[in-house]
């Protein structure tokens, strides 16, 4: 089972056997599901037929129309609509050729995938600077290691912004891997499905694919800006040229054998949400801002027991490293990501995904929290997270952070 789930899991059965856990290893984005969207799927839900593969018409100008706005000018033809972006990262990884490249740490479902498909997952570790991408020095050393060893390096995953570090990575990064990939002859997959969650509007976002966009595939959908993961909505873009028509069929036909259509109520839902009205576009903006709001809480929280922690950007996790104080945890037994993951939870009941179950080495002191399990346990409350001008003030916020902060100080007393 996926590690975020299997700890979802052991999180429900400790809590059923009475004990108190905060849940921060759990990437979900936490709010209520915004009005228009449900009156959307209850317009859709008189829809009962299959349709198109690919996605209907309509729904995929919609698609396209939201990445056209972004830089990227795409046609309907580009776009294939899904129950959500993982299951299209699963058919590219079974239609396309070779290794792939693998940011270290990465969102733990790209290695498992590549597995499943029969491929070999190639880590690369992420630059100081941001996650999301390899580091371009490693990846050049590991692409020429890799051939020189006889092996097939073909894709890379790019993650923008990044799960699990919470980050974006800068245009610079992106142009020198998009130098790399056209170099190497590697497919570019840009998984940008918190694109929409990046924290402050003025970052620049520079998708590979407006570099190198013969050899770029997007994946985005409405789990993480719209918190529609139970919806199971995703999108691709492919290129707009003959190979990526011969890779979009690829896909198309893996699709047909597996989902055969996103179900028809979806698609009136992913054609207001892909269109941004202006209602759409200030919801989506509130959610940003909470998301950047207590992610920087809790990165201040963490760096002030003394980790070293990538200042959030987008999304909602923070990825902190212990290591400044490996001498102090040691004396608590804690020597790598297995025990500082289970000496938190046994002794503060605060629930983190250790850096290992997501690529990274295991000796590092690193985990994954997500932040938004603070925005409160029923819609009332997110709502009122949501709509405050001040919500790391609100009592069941506060209660939140402040609980990490004891279970920190915990720690590191
Ligand atoms: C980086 C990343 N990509 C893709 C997904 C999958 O999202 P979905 O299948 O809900 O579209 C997730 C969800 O956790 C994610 O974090």
Redesign the pocket.
Known sequence: MSPNLALNQQVAERRAAGEDILHLGF?ESRLPAFEPLVRSLITGSARNAYGPVQGDAGTRAAVAGYFTRRRLPTGPDQVVVAP???PL?MALNLVLPGDVVIPRPA?NTYAPQAALAGRRAVPVPIPAEAGGVPDPAALRRTLDAERRAGRDPRTVIL?LPD?PTGTLAPPSLIREICEIAERECLTVVS?E?YRDVVHDPATPFLSPCEVVPHRTVVTS?L?KSLAL?GW?I?VARFPDDGPGRVLRDDVLSVASEVWSTLAAPMQEVTSYAFSEPPELRAHLAASARLHGAVARAVHGLLTEAGAVCRPPTGGFYVYPDFEPIRPVLAAKGVVDSPSLARHLLDSAGLAVLAGHLLGDDTGALRFKAATSMLYGDTPALQWEALRSEEPLTLPHVAAGLSRIQDGLRRLVS
Request: aromatic share 6%; hydrophobic share 20%.
């Open positions: 990437g959500g972006s993982k990262l969102w993650t799960n998984d499905i959908g789990s993961g199971r995703g």
